[in-house]
């Protein structure tokens, strides 16, 4: 088994739910509304077995739930739940920087377009809770109420 | 080897530098400041060879640029390039969502604040050319410049 982080931190945690060469693809195809085991593996080309772990853990993490829609015998479809769905901006990201980074401007292979009005997502904003956008440059990491020195007193 | 996907998606591309455990936290690290290999080493908790091929792959992918520091034979740091610096929403996304879905309210081990005024960043928003907020139920993917069947005139 791959080796689980326990740093506090929630990008290492998160990692050790997504932070692999398929899961992502998953969750894509369950934002294009893929729900079922045959499906996934035909449309990302993941293999089998690894599709049944991934969808596992996705299953214990929150990401995915699992519901059985056989009308005659067992049939499983898993569909993203609230968390899973949380994911989206983490997947736009990643769309953009893959599009602008690997491919580059005319040679994007897909798009993502806002649907009422046709024209393409361009940027992402970081907002703070009074709305305002902040700057990359002014970014910075601070020990949050559930940092390990905090929570023991040091 | 792991596989490398060819499928012309911009998040599986991504996913051939950016998908595995570990490559985020090295990139968490260059954005903190870090630039030496003893240094992610000791950081992140990485294996050497590991964290070895990794920074080649980043390096050859043009994520990180390589430079020899050594004033008495040579050292090299790693720092990145303005693509890797492109990847800031994409941690900014999985940090939120770690934050949120994997600690909850109260618990956030490590929080993302604007310096300049102290507030912590809150929700990411996606923005099309024009400045308009798109929903996140109104995204929809479309073929690019770029897709397979456009290029060959299909």
Redesign the interface.
Known sequence: M??R?T????????????????T??IV?EAF?GISRFSDFHKRT?IAKNLLTDRLALLVQ??VFEKSDIGERGVRYAYHLTE?G???????????????????GD????????????G????????????G?S???E???????????ALKTGD
Not at 85 to 100: F, I, K, S, T, Y
Not at 119 to 130: C, F, G
């Open positions: 791959t080796q982080h740093e506090a931190c929630p990008i290492a945690h998160s990692l050790n739910i997504i932070g692999d060469r398929w992502l693809l894509r294009g080309g993490e929150g968390s769905r949380a994911l989206l901006p983490v997947m736009v990201a990643l769309h953009m920087w893959g599009n602008e980074n690997l491919f005319g040679e994007e292979p897909v798009l993502l377009v806002d649907r009422t009005t024209e393409p997502i361009q940027s992402m904003a970081m907002l703070t809770s009074s305002a902040v700057l990359p002014n970014i910075r990491r601070r020990p949050g109420p559930g940092a390990p």
